[in-house]
């Protein structure tokens, strides 16, 4: 990890401390190179957001002794909400390299002006280590300060400057100026001035004006003053070369090359082997054992992956400079600059030719394009050649086993450190010869009807897949390692009953196979003719998208895909000796969205065979061929295969066993054509009650009670249409059924199109018809509506909070938990009401004791700080498990979290895998990035993609 940490995703923030009075901010005046900018008087038209920022003043000087940046903000608070304003006046500083120096605060409050730091007032000086649970220390200090008597209306303005003085970049100098703003900015101004003597070079990107550059006798001068100013949003699906917007760049290295020698030395000297240390024993062991390089170079590539854990160092010039090979060893620990210096070390001591290679993990797609600096790389590998041919190794990895197993690694550019200099190399992902995963999926139907169907079903994973499957395996507690895999085929296939798991890997061929056999439930559905049909899952080629972009820059900008990617499914069926088969379902030969898709599916000796393979053709696909990719993908993902069934003789298929006695007269009520009978079978088979779950038939009775105008009916076909629960998702058809029901008063109806215009789904967003639908249903006692109303006042701001709280009130005097949480918060925060943290509590225990996860994040919140109750660690914690047990995400994540930093518990790092890892599986990005960091592999999302469907 290099100096640039911040473009790294933040996992977690965990204070640790008050700085020591040597670390401390000064206060002094603005330097007299800064040159003021006026806060406009007149703010350019608000959004509706909490805050507006009137003016965002950016200004730096690069000078012969170091680089200083000036920062002034003037922020608006126009609500209640805008006055979580902490993170703009949160000032962060390496006290390393940089001094920090705070000008001003001051409070505009009309025409009148307050120092909020008059009388000695100092912001407070906390150290932050924003990644300690990922083995990060980078020594940063954060000045924190909380302005009281802040009022709506205010100007809140802050001014500071970070002087840099870093050894390490040997007088270079750079700095690049972003908007990030958020809403519209009054005025946005960026200033930078630099001497004749520094050769400083500039860059600007799509959303800023273009800068007036003045030349004097003594430097010059570069400015940007915009007015009225949005942040520029990036094209939706674009590689990441587009998102480089709003950015003005300034660096003093005249290329690439350059800044390649500059970082030379500090690689040069850390990477030497100190003959007869016990680092230079090690090689000599390597060399004994082969005189292969290939076998040389995994050695020292699996010593310094198995036998150095990572812990990053960011101080005491470790943002930039490597430990020495000698250290690391001796450490047994050392970051990626570290890790690197050793394998160079190790492998040019085995006679290998090897060398540092800076990467960026964010910026590499369209890294070519920005000017050199320091700041881009925050991470760095090595670059080896043996017999013609160059590997790219990673010290930070873990469980490499064989060098020809490594691929090309997705960082898109490296900078390899020479003395000489080097250019960006490109880093091109070899063609895939097999597939990333295959799965095989076998059902004997044989006995059709209810008769449990044994099932077999296997994921075998290879390169990089494998590599993850397996680290993230190798986390599990042996003690949790098989429910951890039947929870694993559970959650993907949930028809299935497991009998038995097993996985096996082979790090050498690097393959991991995952197993499962059972039995599997076949949800039979039956046409009206008496035809037994069956849907066979996960055999859908299309996807439910829109590749449509708002109005912004790169309209044009092509598509990303998933590259290289390629997976292959097997399904077969073994089908019932009795019937008569028809195949239902077209072979597809596709190419789209940069994909090519395949499927054929058969019927052979009685057996149902389904291939299917999809392969990623290239890193991205023209704009030009979204419209017609997204609605080619819409329909393939309407068309699954299926195939009717027949019977010759014999008894008739049951469905799920004999129903009961309630389902034998709605069966029979519902076959005459009686709608209420209809819509009370779906319910039955849409919930389970009486009969075994079956999407299929209930969304059968549902359309069958639907065609004839049964109002909770179309209601019931609109959230399965919006679910996609047995039926693929379709937001136009939900609207209709919607729109259906509401037009007959139903009130679930109108709450279901209040939900939808709320939400902008299906609809363009309008907040107006949301309140009017929801207001219909409301009046007619709905819990739902009344709750959905709430949250639409509050959307409106302060003003209308009290009539949220009214209705929040009446959706939970009926038991509603979500509104009795709403409540809660309104009573903890005195929103809308009177601040009472004992009704804050009791409503908040009311949603916990009904069941409800977000009441029992609530409360466990409430007893984990100590709010409105005693502080009880303990019971924060019990209630944070329940609702983990209930599988809701954020407190499986929260639960792992607590494991990590032993919170209220003992500090358990495979027990925080373990919780990291259910979240991970139902699809929680944050969990999926913490697990892969825990475990010591690089998030990989495009070679790790889940199971196949």
């Known amino acids: 990890m290099l100096r640039s940490v911040g473009v790294l995703a933040c996992v977690c923030a965990t204070w640790a401390g008050v700085a020591a009075a040597a670390d401390q901010p000064e206060y002094a005046p603005p330097p007299a190179w800064v040159k003021p900018a006026a806060i406009p008087k007149t703010p350019a038209p608000t959004d509706g957001s909490p805050t507006q920022m009137l003016l965002v003043d950016e200004q730096s000087r690069l000078g012969p002794d170091g ?129 004749s003597s520094k050769p400083i070079r500039w860059r600007t990107t799509d959303g800023l004006d273009a800068p007036k550059v003045t030349k004097g006798s003594d430097g010059s001068e570069l400015v940007i003053d915009m007015a009225g100013v949005e942040t520029p949003k990036p094209p939706a699906g674009a590689p990441m070369r587009f998102a480089d917007l709003g950015s003005l760049e300034l660096s003093q290295y005249g290329d690439w090359s350059e800044l390649s020698r500059s970082m030379a030395p500090l690689y040069q000297k850390a990477s030497v082997l100190t003959p007869g240390s016990p680092l230079a024993a090690e090689v000599a062991k390597i060399a004994a054992a082969s005189p292969d390089p290939k076998a040389r170079a995994t050695a020292a590539l699996r010593l310094v992956e198995d036998q150095t854990r990572y812990v990053f160092l960011g101080m005491n010039d470790g943002g930039l400079v490597p430990a020495e090979a000698d250290q690391t060893w001796a450490r047994r620990f050392g970051d990626c600059k570290g890790k690197t210096a050793l394998l160079v070390a190790l492998l040019r001591g085995l006679g290998i030719d090897a060398e540092p290679a800076l990467v960026s993990t964010a910026f590499g797609d369209g890294l070519d394009q920005h000017l050199p600096m320091a700041d881009w790389f925050d991470h760095v590998i090595v670059r080896a050649r043996i017999g013609g041919q160059t590997y790219w190794l990673d010290g930070t990895r873990v469980g490499d086993r064989n060098i020809d197993d490594l691929v090309v690694p997705p960082f898109r550019w490296a900078l390899p450190v020479q003395t000489d200099g080097a250019t960006l190399v490109r880093l091109e992902p070899a063609v895939l010869t097999q597939p990333n995963s295959e799965e095989l999926m076998k059902i004997d139907a044989s006995q059709g009807g209810s008769a449990p169907s044994p099932a077999h079903i296997e994921i075998l994973y290879r390169g990089e897949s494998a590599a993850a499957n397996r680290q993230a395996l190798a986390s599990v507690p042996r003690s949790d390692y098989e429910r951890y895999l039947r929870e694993f085929w559970t959650k993907t296939y949930p028809w299935l009953t497991v009998s038995s798991v097993s996985a096996v890997q082979d790090p050498v061929a690097n393959v991991s196979r995952l197993t499962a056999d059972g039995f599997a439930t076949l949800e039979w559905a039956q046409n009206p003719d008496g035809t037994r049909y069956y849907r066979v899952p996960y055999t859908t080629m299309g996807a439910d998208v829109s590749f449509k972009r708002e109005p912004g820059p790169h309209q044009d900008a092509p598509y990303s895909v998933m590259f290289p990617y390629s997976d292959k499914r097997v399904k077969q069926i073994v089908l019932p000796t009795n019937g008569d088969f028809v195949l239902v379902g077209d072979d597809i030969d596709k190419r789209v969205s940069g994909l090519a898709l395949h499927r054929h599916a058969r019927i052979d000796g009685g057996v149902l065979t389904i291939e299917m393979t999809t392969e990623a053709l290239d890193r991205e696909f023209p704009a030009q061929e979204a419209e017609a990719a997204g609605k080619t993908l819409r329909e393939l993902a309407k068309k699954d295969v299926s195939f009717t069934y027949k019977i010759r003789s014999g008894p008739a298929l049951a469905v799920g066993g004999p129903p009961a006695p309630a389902v034998n007269a709605d069966q029979a009520a519902a076959e005459r054509g009686d709608a209420a009978a209809q819509f009370r079978l779906a319910q039955m088979y849409g919930h389970g009650r009486g009969v075994p779950l079956n999407a299929g038939l209930a969304v059968y009775w549902l359309k069958a009670s639907a065609d004839q105008g049964y109002a909770p009916a179309e209601t019931g076909l609109g959230w399965s249409y919006f679910s996609g629960a047995g039926e693929p998702r379709d937001l136009a058809a939900a609207l209709a059924w919607m729109q259906k029901a509401a037009a007959q008063n139903n009130p679930e109806g109108e709450a279901g199109l209040a939900f939808l215009y709320s939400t902008g789904s299906g609809v363009p967003r309008d907040d107006a018809k949301a309140m009017a639908w929801a207001q219909k249903a409301a009046d007619q006692n709905l819990a739902s509506a009344e709750e959905l109303l709430g949250q639409l006042y509050v959307r409106r701001g302060a003003a209308d909070l009290p009539q949220a709280i009214a209705w929040f009130q009446k959706a939970a005097d009926q038991g509603l938990p979500a509104a009795e949480v709403h409540l809660a918060l309104a009573y903890q925060r005195g929103l809308g009401v009177t601040k009472d943290p004992a009704r804050s509590l009791a409503w908040a225990r009311k949603a916990a004791d009904a069941g409800d996860a977000g009441g029992e994040l609530f409360l466990s919140d409430m007893y984990k700080r100590g709010d409105g109750v005693k502080q009880d660690g303990a019971e924060a914690l019990a209630w944070l498990r329940k609702a983990a047990d209930r599988g809701d995400l954020r407190a499986e994540r929260m639960l792992g979290q607590a494991y990590l930093n032993g919170d209220s518990v003992p500090a358990d790092k495979d027990q925080a895998m373990v919780w990291f890892g259910k979240a991970a599986a139902a699809g929680d990005v944050v969990s999926q990035q913490t697990l892969a960091a825990l475990s010591g592999h690089p998030v990989v999302t495009a070679a790790t993609p889940p199971p196949a469907h």
């Open 67 to 195: 680089d200083e940046i000036y920062v002034e903000r003037a922020l608006k608070i126009l609500s209640p909400q805008g006055f979580n304003i902490s993170g703009a006046l949160a000032k962060t500083w390496d006290p390393d390299t940089e001094t920090l120096v705070i000008h001003r605060l001051n409070i505009i409050r009309g025409d009148t002006v307050i120092d909020a730091l008059a009388g000695g007032k100092k912001f407070i000086v906390l150290r932050r280590e924003n990644n300690l649970e990922l083995a990060m220390l980078d020594g940063r200090l954060t000045a924190a300060i909380q302005p009281e008597g802040l009022e709506i209306g205010d100007i809140v303005d802050i001014a500071t400057t970070v002087r840099r003085r870093d050894p390490a970049l040997q007088g270079y100098s750079s700095d690049m100026d972003r908007l990030t703003h958020t809403g519209v900015a009054s005025r946005i101004r960026m200033r930078a001035v630099w001497p």
